[in-house]
Nanobody
């Protein structure tokens, strides 16, 4: 079983930055990809960014050129650097790790962009 612990959410003004982290622990075996999703009130959960093992990351159009996903394979940790934040980025952000025999989710971390 793989457990995910997220950190780094909070309140930030428009134009500001935040960095989310997600550390995976447990029986981690052959990670396929690591990613971030978000869910805003009244909206469906959407993919924000995903980075496959050995591949290039992909991003939602709404965050391209503002957000950067990265991972530290030695630490089984994935990061999401969020710059130029907008009020419409306000949501609960969830980490997701998919590997051989598992599809794990974090508990979610709130990101609020407001002046």
């Amino acid at each position: 079983q793989v457990q995910l612990v997220e950190s780094g959410g909070g309140l930030v003004q428009p134009g500001g930055s935040l960095r989310l982290s997600c550390a995976a622990s447990g029986t981690i075996f052959s990670i396929h990809h690591m990613g971030w999703y978000r869910k805003a009130p009244g909206k469906q959960r959407e993919l924000v960014a995903r980075i496959p093992t050995g591949g290039s990351p992909n991003y939602a159009d709404s965050v391209k050129d503002r957000f950067t996903i990265s991972r530290d394979n030695a630490k089984n940790t994935v990061y999401l650097q969020m710059n130029s934040l907008k009020p419409e980025d306000t949501a609960v952000y969830y980490c997701n790790v998919v590997g051989w025999g598992y599809d794990s989710w974090g508990q979610g971390t709130q990101v609020t962009v407001s002046s």
